[in-house]
């Protein structure tokens, strides 16, 4: 039984492995059959990657990002029996606005999938003259209607907390560039309606530790647990042949989030298989959505590897939470409410 209380639905199907009894390091371990998507899923795509699921009736659905055989990446749904094998829809998602109009973004990258009350919300970087983030809400994986942008370019990086806090939605995003940004720290910002957004918080920059030093950005929707908001996000560390991603946990304050009060000086995942150090963009571990059992604890992790695949790794909250605050290294930046 975990010590370690996850406030949310227990999913009796999460997919899941035990750890190997010779691993060692990080409590993260990878699927053994990884990865999970592989090149060319479906006819006119030729990568999926960094793509966000979540449990949906008796089985579960995910946004992907399918990049097109034009190289222009967009949002396909997919569902799953099991969380493991997928069907891919050939067709992208077809975005409408609240009038019914079809509305398609120009492209959609990086989605991630979030359930508030009986809404699913999709947020995703889109040309907005410019890179920056757009938002879209589904009731039933059909009908998807994309509300308004929430933020002025540049950003990245969107993703919001499963439930308001003090009365407010929270999404948190990573300011940015228009290109492949060589900065970035992760900031709130709170909307009581999800169309005007302020109260912008400064979570946390790019600390202390090295394999995190260019840039930092969310990944999965955080996980509400009896010790504050589990936050996965990804870490970029500028070699001289390229950036190096890899994925981060810290735990946020549960009623104040900009508060990081734990963060992890190690990382949790880092390239090292040959589906993360090898393809279109070698060395990269992108995490964007966690399937998370409250009954067992058990954590199911998907991330993006090389820009090319789809990957599942797995965790315990017990040993991730304690892992973090063992080998915690917090900043002034990080512990500050985050409002200059
Ligand atoms: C970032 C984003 C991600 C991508 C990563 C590595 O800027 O574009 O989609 O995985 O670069 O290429």
């Known amino acids: 039984m975990n010590k370690i209380k996850m406030i949310s639905p227990s999913v009796k199907n ?30 006119g795509v030729s990568r999926i990657f960094n793509s966000a699921v979540i449990p949906y009736r008796d089985g579960f659905v995910g946004v992907f990002r ?24 050939k067709e992208k998602i077809l975005f409408e606005d609240e009038n019914g109009k079809p509305f ?70 990573r300011p940015s560039d228009t290109g492949h940004t060589p900065f970035g720290d992760i900031f709130l910002s709170q909307s ?3 169309v005007y957004w302020g109260k912008h918080r400064h979570v946390m920059g790019v600390g202390n530790s090295w394999w995190e030093n260019l840039k930092v950005g969310s990944g ?14 990804h870490g970029v560390n500028g070699t001289c042949s390229g950036y190096v991603y ?29 589906y993360e150090e090898r393809g279109f963009v070698p060395n990269v571990c992108f995490p964007c959505a966690t399937i998370h059992d409250s009954d067992s604890g058990k954590i199911a992790i998907y991330y993006g ?3 090319s695949y789809v990957a599942l790794a797995f965790t315990h909250i ?23």
């Not at 942008?149 to 919001?160: K, M, Q």
């Open 220 to 233: 999965a929707a955080p996980i509400e647990t009896s010790e504050g908001w589990l936050l996965l996000y």
């Open 14 to 43: 999460i997919p899941w492995q035990d750890k190997p009894a010779n691993h060692s390091g990080a409590p993260v371990w990878r699927y053994s059959d990884n990865p999970i998507i592989h090149r060319n899923p479906v006819e």
């Open 246 to 274: 890899s994925m981060g946990g810290a735990i946020l304050d549960i009623d104040n989030p900009s508060i990081v009060k734990y963060r992890c000086e190690n990382f949790l995942l880092t390239p090292e298989e040959w």
């Open 66 to 89: 399918g990049e097109q055989v034009n190289g222009i990446p967009n949002i396909y749904l997919g569902r799953s029996k099991d969380g493991i094998s997928w069907e891919i829809n």
């Open 305 to 307: 590897a090389a820009d």
């Open 192 to 194: 009581p309606d999800l």
């Open 104 to 173: 398609m973004p120009k492209y959609a990258y990086d989605p991630r999938l979030v359930n508030i009350d009986d809404t699913y919300y999709i947020m995703w970087c889109q040309d907005f003259y410019g890179p920056s983030i757009g938002l879209a809400k589904t009731k039933d994986f059909k009908k998807f209607v994309r509300l308004e942008n929430p933020f002025i370019p540049y950003n990245r990086n969107a993703v919001l907390f499963p439930r308001k806090i003090n009365g407010n939605y929270i999404m948190l995003s």
């Open 318 to 340: 017990d040993e991730i939470i304690n892992y973090i605050k063992k080998h915690s290294s917090v900043t002034e930046s990080d512990t500050e409410i985050g409002k200059r």
